[in-house]
């Protein structure tokens, strides 16, 4: 191994002290569970990303081969009119918390918008405290940092990738959805195999090992997102569809490839004796992104879109033992703000909420006891270094929907939303507006950035430009564009140092696992199966200078090409600031560090 010394300190013990310090880290505040009826039902929750409601046999479309979820939803109680956020964080933080995403730091999916507030409650936080165990396994992206990683927010065991996607900026380098490295509660780990078929083997393993005490277990995959890498054997299922573009082939194919490992799972469940008592949930995060013409059950919009095509998702749930079951269909409006109030009331844990909630309590509506109640629901896409007030919004009241303020639709007669009626209605539209208004202005006095903390002792810190609050481009989120090289306007990170102390700060191009020096390039690594038909050649970046800024104090140094890292010490005070860690490039640009691993020396 080649090793480049640091100060007395090699980048082999680098990552030897890392992972030491994460498992001291686990080590500690552990709190005795809450002694609870084994015979508590257990909780799976299946959501997938970037796959819409017309993305699936039962919903309508004739192509697609998902016939497992398909019996699934005939056994189970469907949701037709159920709703959530437009992108992957936002639809997370609402369903974790029961509050809007505007409400709780994630309205976007990078620039530091992504990061859950540390002041939130996530329902795992609640099952922990009841006793369950509890665990989550695939796509987190509700922060990459402490305290906002899954084991920092209620699941004892957590089995994931970094960031919104395997082979994103945040995520073990060079992760490619084959034979990965991920982190099982921020221990990097090797596995082989289908990244899709790594987290339902994780999770089965976990539900096998907690099967004598109720759990939770949170399964949230990374496909159909793209890059589109697939199995061979299921993108060949789908080949010779001409009317099929070639990225629908392999989003088709990533699909079936949950619906058989959803079958595995539901298997396990019968071996394990547990599907009876067992309420099951299978979802999605936002609209389809499968690309246009593809089938969308006759919805206007896809992935990021205000209109119900970007929102309008799937969402199945069976409860033998709970009388959910029959294949009946709800067609009420009801978004994923709900689940966590419904969850407590079906599996019968206290919870009283500190914070306003956007999400109501629908069990009784599930069960068949009464009607929907009446009720407004707001949903946006922002993607935004700070939400702006009327965004691409829409604002529902059963079949109505109201878009950015001027545009009503009732679905029911107009699934397409192709005439606005706004006109005809307008009584109807100054109450959905009067509601907005109001809504907005309680969101607001919540909306905040959430701060990473530094110098708890228990990792050595890794920032990624991921998370820098850009205000004007977007930061190179996923590592083909850290290979490409271009540079990126210096933004700051929100932290917090919770002591004061020495700190040093290693600014880097790569990140430490690479090896790679400052002056390095290398190209994209594709797999096989990769929708990528040309690698992406990597870009040399020559630095000068490096620059180092928290609160008042700035300290620069010449920088080594050959080094892995530009090397910098400060003394730090205690307390929530911004830093800033960049670089003069020799062609005169400046560019953010891409990673910056900070670490508490005294």
């Known amino acids: 191994m080649k090793k480049i010394k640091i100060e007395c300190v090699t980048i082999h013990h680098f990552l030897v002290l890392w992972v030491v310090l994460v498992l001291l880290s686990s080590c500690g505040d552990k709190k005795a569970p809450k002694t609870i009826d084994a015979n508590k039902p257990n ?31 005939e056994e189970a109680v469907n949701l037709t009119n159920y709703h959530v956020g437009t992108t992957c964080s936002p639809t997370r933080a609402g369903l974790m918390t029961g509050r809007n995403c505007n409400r709780n730091g994630v309205w976007h999916t990078i620039m530091g918008a992504s990061i859950l507030n540390e002041d939130e409650t996530t329902f795992a936080d609640v099952f922990k405290a009841n ?23 209620g699941f004892q065991e957590a089995f994931y990738h970094g960031g919104g996607g395997v082979g994103q900026t945040p995520d073990y380098w060079n992760n490619d959805y084959f034979d990965d490295t991920y982190f099982r509660n921020g221990i990097p780990e090797k596995k082989n195999g289908y990244c899709t078929d790594v987290w339902f083997e994780e999770a089965m393993k976990f539900m096998e090992s907690s ?48 619906d058989d490992n959803f079958s595995k799972l539901l298997r396990h469940m019968e071996k394990l004796g547990i599907s009876d008592n067992t309420l099951i949930i299978f979802t999605t995060d936002n609209g389809t992104a499968s690309g246009s013409g593809g089938y969308n059950a006759g919805m206007r919009g896809m992935k990021g879109s205000e209109y119900d095509g970007g929102h309008r998702v799937p969402f199945i749930a069976r409860w033998p033992n709970g009388n959910l079951t029959g294949g009946k269909n709800l067609d009420g409006l009801t978004a994923h703000v709900d689940v966590f109030p419904t969850l407590m009331t079906l599996m019968g844990l206290n919870f009283t909420p500190e914070k306003n909630m956007d999400g109501k309590d629908i069990s009784s509506y599930l069960l ?94 890794v920032l990624t430009c991921h998370d820098a609050q850009t205000k004007d481009e977007y930061p190179p989120w996923n590592q083909t564009m850290v290979r490409m090289g271009k540079p990126m306007k210096p933004a700051p990170f929100s932290v917090n140092f919770v002591s004061a102390g020495t700190y040093r700060f290693y600014l880097r191009r790569w990140p430490v696992e690479s ?37 008042n104090q700035k300290k620069s140094i010449k920088v080594d090409n050959t080094k892995e890292a530009a090397i910098l010490e400060m003394e730090v005070q205690q307390g929530t600031t911004e830093l800033l860690a960049y670089f003069d490039m020799s062609n005169g640009e400046q560019t953010n560090a891409f990673y910056v691993n900070v670490e508490k020396v005294n």
């Open 43 to 73: 909780v799976i929750i299946v959501i997938t990303d970037d796959q819409g409601y017309g993305d699936l046999g039962h919903t309508g479309n004739p192509i697609i081969k998902t016939p497992h979820i398909d019996e699934f939803s």
């Open 131 to 153: 006793g369950y165990a509890t665990g989550m396994f695939g796509k987190w992206h509700l922060g990459d940092n402490h305290p906002f990683l899954p084991q920092d927010r």
């Open 211 to 258: 099967k004598e005490s109720p759990f939770l277990c949170y399964l949230s995959l990374n496909a159909p997102h793209g890059p589109y890498n697939v199995p061979q054997e299921y993108y060949d299922l789908y080949k010779e569809e001409e009317q099929l573009s070639e990225r629908q082939k392999r989003f088709y194919g990533m699909i079936t490839n949950i």
């Open 368 to 461: 068949g006891k009464e009607d929907i109640m009446d009720r407004y629901l707001v949903t946006d896409t922002q993607r935004v270094p700070w939400p702006i007030k009327g965004k691409q919004s829409c604002v529902m009241n059963g079949n109505w929907r109201l878009v950015n303020g001027t545009e009503l639709y009732n679905i029911s007669k107009d699934p397409g939303q192709q005439k606005n009626i706004a006109d005809q209605y307008q009584e109807k539209v100054k109450e959905m507006n009067t509601f907005y208004q109001d809504w907005w202005n309680e969101v607001a006095e919540e909306t905040k950035y959430s701060t990473i903390n530094l110098g708890t002792s228990k990792v050595i810190d």
């Open 515 to 551: 090896k790679l020096s400052l002056g390095e390039s290398v190209s994209d690594s594709i797999p096989p199966t990769s929708f990528k038909n040309a690698r992406v050649n990597g870009r040399t970046m020559e630095f000068v200078n490096a620059h180092l800024e928290v609160a």
